[in-house]
């Protein structure tokens, strides 16, 4: 099974109790990844300004990734 995605996106907001305790506040991501299953961390970006990505790198990814300049080349 291939799961895609970014768990360092917003996850779901649960406001029920019952929902809470049978789990649903934490994402597919979270437990898998807190089962120790393997991933892999796709690492280049081509949506935001270099400046943003960065940022973002930075902040969210311990700089492991990269922006490529998709937008800006295409312009041209």
């Known amino acids: 099974v291939t799961l895609l995605g970014d768990p360092c996106q917003l996850g779901s907001c649960v406001t029920s109790k019952e ?4 789990g649903f506040s934490h994402t597919l991501f979270e437990q898998l ?3 120790k299953m393997p991933y892999k961390l796709l690492n280049q970006q081509y ?3 270099p400046t ?3 940022i973002v790198s930075s902040l969210t990814y311990e700089n492991g990734t990269t922006t490529l300049n998709a937008l800006s080349e295409s312009a041209n």
Do not use: D, L, V
């Not at 929902?19 to 049978?22: D, G, M, S, T, V």
């Open 19 to 22: 929902a809470e305790r049978k």
């Open 33 to 35: 990844f807190n089962m």
């Open 47 to 49: 949506q935001m300004h």
């Open 52 to 54: 943003i990505g960065s």
